[in-house]
């Protein structure tokens, strides 16, 4: 127990119901680690959970256009021509992109 970073032990009772109602906020925010949320709450009174969903399709998309560009930029380096629809395909994966961005930006307003 000496070596532990957090020597101090506190303690403290709750009811059914007040068990109950930790369970259910540690549900809410998606932790199953007691301690570390009863610590977060003692220091801080809140605990923020961020939903990253929208910024993880827009990398996505933003991925898969850079995919599409590197490869094309093989199959002009091979072939020395590019084709339409590879412009087009780039422009259709921009505007992809522009609308998540706005749809981001929309939802955060």
């Known amino acids: 127990m000496a070596d532990r970073t957090r020597p101090i032990r ?18 809410q925010i998606g932790t199953r680690n007691r301690g570390a949320y009863l610590r977060k ?40 021509h590019c084709y339409d629809e590879d412009i087009a395909e780039l422009k259709a994966k921009q505007f992809e992109i522009w609308e998540l961005l706005k749809q981001c930006q929309k939802n955060e307003l």
């Open 10 to 27: 506190i303690e403290f009772c709750v009811s059914e119901h007040e068990n109950n109602l930790i369970k259910n906020k540690m549900a």
């Open 41 to 80: 709450m003692a220091i801080d009174g809140y605990i923020i959970k961020v939903d990253y969903t929208e910024q993880k399709k827009l990398a996505a998309a933003v991925s898969r256009a850079a995919a599409n560009i590197n490869q094309i930029c093989r199959r002009i380096s091979s072939t020395g």
